[in-house]
């Protein structure tokens, strides 16, 4: 069974840097496409980013140029880079192992001054 834990998240100021980080319980990453979405409150989950297993990537129009997804060697563990962060961006932010269909448990971002 696939297990996802999700890190990184905090308070920031507009401006602002934070890297989130999935931790997988195996190298599923090499074997899955993954992604990373969002809920901000009272709205729906929305895609954020994606990887494929062969390393490619696609982003949201409104994180383009300013998020940058990616996953380490071991194909373990998947990060979200986010740059530039607005006070949109405040939501509780996920990642999913597309394959399997697994969840982490969700990080909160807050942007605010």
């Known amino acids: 069974q696939v297990q996802l834990v999700d890190s990184g998240g905090g308070l920031v100021q507009p401006g602002g840097s934070l890297r989130l980080s999935c931790a997988a319980s195996g190298s599923i990453f090499a074997i899955s496409d993954a992604g990373w979405y969002r809920q901000a409150p009272g709205k729906q989950r929305e895609l954020v980013a994606t990887i494929t297993s062969g390393g490619g990537t696609n982003y949201a129009e409104s994180v383009q140029g300013r998020f940058t997804i990616s996953r380490n060697n071991a194909r373990t563990t998947l990060y979200l880079q986010m740059n530039s962060l607005k006070p949109e961006d405040t939501a509780v932010y996920y990642c999913?192992?597309?394959?399997?269909?697994?969840w982490g448990q969700g990080t909160q971002v807050t942007v605010s001054s």
């Open positions: 999913k192992a597309l394959a399997f269909g697994a």
